[in-house]
T-cell receptor, first 111, second 113 residues
Framework: EDQVTQSPEALRLQEGESSSLNCSYTVSGLRGLFWYRQDPGKGPEFLFTLYSAGEEKEKERLKATLTKKESFLHITAPKPEDSATYLCAASSSGGYQKVTFGTGTKLQVIP | ETGVTQSPTHLIKTRGQQVTLRCSSQSGHNTVSWYQQALGQGPQFIFQYYREEENGRGNFPPRFSGLQFPNYSSELNVNALELDDSALYLC????????????FGSGTQLSVL
């Protein structure tokens, strides 16, 4: 069974204090590794898709990387508006779009 | 370009009742997936509809059922509601049955008393 595990569950950072979120995955035939951002009371918002080990993608203060077993979301010099829950998800091979989500990391950035 | 819209935003039901949730997919998208998100958890895949047919299902009992209409909008029906069905129900649309990038609505918060 496909499994996605995220750590830590919660992270509290001072504004400007860089850190990384971890996502480890076990899926049968990875087709893509995704990162989403979710604000309270809203649906997840797409951030990145990574397809193969060694791939990196950046968007503003966020950078996502992928290895054969893990993905990391690096947050550089975060701001209070980066506070949200960050979800990692993996898509496995098959005849339909099967996407397994982790439980998320709740990030709080303090001014 | 309109995004994914869901209705209603909140709903309160009692155990044993039936509920129907609705979703309008993003313009140009032909695939709709439904997810259940309990408090503090990640979204759990319920099922996916592509061209009006269910083409994938997660570990949810048959009392969870759905429909997709010719305009690609969708419904999620849950019969015989249980207390554990209380959750945020998310609809996500995408361009094809095998496209991974999901566009989510804001969800329907269902409370079962």
């Amino acid at each position: 069974e496909d499994q996605v595990t995220q750590s830590p569950e919660a992270l509290r950072l001072q504004e400007g204090e860089s850190s990384s979120l971890n996502c480890s995955y076990t899926v049968s035939g990875l087709r893509g590794l995704f990162w989403y951002r979710q604000d309270p009371g809203k649906g997840p918002e797409f951030l990145f898709t990574l397809y193969s080990a060694g791939e990196e993608k950046e968007k503003e203060r966020l950078k996502a990387t992928l290895t054969k077993k893990e993905s990391f979301l690096h947050i550089t010099a975060p701001k209070p508006e980066d506070s949200a829950t960050y979800l990692c998800a993996a898509s496995s091979s098959g005849g339909y779009q099967k996407v397994t989500f982790g439980t998320g990391t709740k990030l709080q950035v303090i001014p | 370009e309109t995004g994914v819209t869901q209705s209603p935003t909140h709903l309160i039901k009692t155990r044993g009742q039936q509920v129907t949730l609705r979703c309008s997919s993003q313009s140009g998208h032909n695939t709709v997936s439904w997810y259940q998100q309990a408090l503090g958890q990640g979204p759990q895949f319920i099922f996916q509809y592509y061209r009006e047919e269910e083409n994938g299902r997660g570990n949810f009992p048959p009392r969870f059922s759905g429909l997709q209409f010719p305009n690609y909008s969708s419904e999620l029906n849950v019969n015989a509601l249980e207390l554990d069905d209380s959750a945020l129900y998310l609809c996500a649309s995408s361009f094809s049955g095998r496209s991974e990038k999901l566009f989510f609505g804001s969800g329907t918060q269902l409370s079962v008393l």
